[in-house]
């Protein structure tokens, strides 16, 4: 995927534009944060990095959004 790195770059130049035409995406602020906190580890990984910092931000295992995604959340439930 995408390096981290050029997110980041990406979502900065977005953010300045936003600065000179005067409009607030909170959203747009919002990526820029989680997504500079992602680079500190990852910013040479690409935006799969993304799983592996909601991992940690939330100290789930991998094995946690494979059961979601699944529909197999029970299998997390009584594995842990």
């Known amino acids: ?8 770059k990406d ?7 936003c600065q000179k035409m005067q ?3 909170p959203g747009l602020e919002l990526a820029h944060q989680l997504y500079k906190e992602l680079q ?3 910013g040479k990984k690409g935006t799969h990095a993304l799983m592996l910092g909601l991992e940690k931000m939330n100290n ?8 979601v995604r699944e529909g ?6 009584f594995s842990h």
């Open 40 to 42: 500190k580890e990852h």
């Open 23 to 25: 409009i607030k995406l």
């Open 60 to 67: 789930l295992s991998s094995f946690f959004f494979f059961c």
């Open 1 to 8: 995927g995408f390096f981290v790195d050029h997110f980041v």
């Open 72 to 77: 197999i959340f029970e299998d997390y439930i």
């Open 11 to 17: 979502l900065e130049i977005a953010l300045r534009e």
